[in-house]
């Protein structure tokens, strides 16, 4: 089917580290009847046609009435149900924001996490710096991702309709990403490039750059070993860098569920780190100790991708200050999504 095949070719073309990072991000092609979106915790670059999970789009129809409980968690798990109701293969659960995708009318949805962008979306003055630059994007504040931020965009894209007579092509999320809409792969690489580009021009006009100016220093075997001792099967894995400013606070899901929120910055003791887990619940995936940033895991792969999320984080941080400086996410959103078990599953699929 040459759709299916132009989505597996977007997924790819999106799928690089400038506009996602590890499992983040997601896609989806849908014709009347069917939807095919990217299974939760896969990465995008390694989409292929057989792997999209294809989704009845008259059940997932159902979800917008489906009387939910108050309980925030009880709710996601009725919609994880729900949709997995809706499955016609068994490639997988689908991505959390697959109601999401069903809503929006056109043929392909393309969803990033892009560096550029979130640098925007995380800042404090992300909002007017969106409606100046693309004032025919739809801005979304904060809202919880799965179900909830569905129905709340379900409302704002039927109001934006209403008012300009089409679904907005581009949905700007504070603290998360980019939903880009369109019907054939050109639309969609055409309005990813009306808004790299401009940002691009931002950031260069202020002489602002993505870069951590990491130095590589010698490891430190010593250090590394202490480490593993005191974390246990936690680090049982490590990769590390030379030093770049961590960002020190919670960001986005995605820096949530691969980096956590803190960085361990404390002196290397059992009694901090036991501090740190009793305050946290967890412990770190991120930890700065000397010249050097670690990223824990019981994974190498995990490992990786906590330092990965925690040099992105930083880039963020960077670019942020283009845009009035960092927002962080409220301890509420964080603790949700530290709570939610469909970020525990996408870790799992992702390490």
């Given at each position: ?8 070719e977007l ?7 400038e ?5 983040g ?12 979106v ?7 670059a ?5 792997t ?9 129809n ?8 108050e309980?925030?968690h009880?709710r996601?798990?009725l919609?994880?149900?729900f ?8 490639a997988?659960r ?7 995708h ?7 949805v393309?969803?990033t ?8 979306t995380?800042a404090?003055?992300?909002?007017s710096?969106c ?9 979304v504040?904060y809202?919880?991702?799965?179900y ?7 409302d ?16 700007m999320?504070k603290?998360?990403?980019i939903f880009?809409?369109?019907?054939t ?5 055409s309005?990813y490039?009306s808004?790299m ?7 260069e ?8 100016g ?14 593993q001792?005191?974390?246990?099967e ?6 590390s860098s ?5 960002v ?14 803190f960085?361990?910055s404390?002196?290397l003791t059992?009694?901090n780190?036991?501090?740190y ?5 967890f412990?770190p ?18 490992a ?5 999320f ?6 963020v941080?960077?670019l942020s200050?283009?845009f ?8 509420r959103a964080?603790e ?16």
């Amino acid at each position: 089917m040459q759709d299916l095949q132009t989505i597996v070719e977007l997924s790819h073309e999106f799928g690089t580290p400038e506009y996602v990072k590890g499992g983040g991000g997601n896609t989806s092609y849908k014709d009347e009847s069917t939807l095919w979106v990217k299974p939760s915790g896969t990465t995008l670059a390694g989409l292929q046609e057989e792997t999209f999970v294809t989704l009845n789009r008259a059940k997932v129809n159902g979800l917008y009435d489906v009387e939910t409980p108050e309980e925030s968690h009880a709710r996601e798990e009725l919609v994880k149900n729900f949709m997995g109701e809706a499955v016609l293969n068994d490639a997988g659960r689908p991505s959390v924001e697959a109601p999401l995708h069903n809503i929006l009318e056109t043929k392909f949805v393309v969803h990033t996490h892009a560096l550029l962008v979130n640098g925007m979306t995380c800042a404090k003055d992300g909002e007017s710096v969106c409606k100046r630059l693309f004032p025919d994007a739809l801005w979304v504040e904060y809202i919880d991702a799965g179900y909830t931020l569905c129905m709340v965009l379900k409302d704002r894209i039927d109001a934006y309709k209403a008012e300009f007579n089409r679904v907005p092509k581009i949905i700007m999320l504070k603290n998360h990403g980019i939903f880009v809409s369109g019907d054939t792969a050109e639309e969609i690489r055409s309005l990813y490039a009306s808004v790299m580009n401009p940002l691009r021009e931002e950031y260069e006009k202020l002489g602002i750059t993505e870069d951590l100016g990491i130095s590589e220093v010698a490891r430190d075997s010593e250090a590394e070993s202490k480490i593993q001792e005191i974390f246990g099967e936690d680090a049982a894995f490590i990769e590390s860098s030379g030093y770049f400013e961590c960002v020190p606070g919670p960001i986005t899901p995605d820096h949530l569920v691969y980096a956590r929120a803190f960085p361990f910055s404390d002196e290397l003791t059992q009694e901090n780190a036991d501090a740190y887990q009793n305050k946290h619940g967890f412990a770190p995936k991120v930890l700065i100790h000397g010249d050097r940033i670690y990223g824990l895991g019981k994974t190498e792969k995990n490992a990786g991708l906590a330092l990965l999320f925690a040099q992105d984080g930083a880039q963020v941080l960077k670019l942020s200050q283009a845009f009035g400086s960092v927002e962080y996410m409220t301890d509420r959103a964080r603790e949700f999504i530290e709570n939610w078990e469909v970020e525990s599953y996408r870790e799992k699929v992702a390490s």
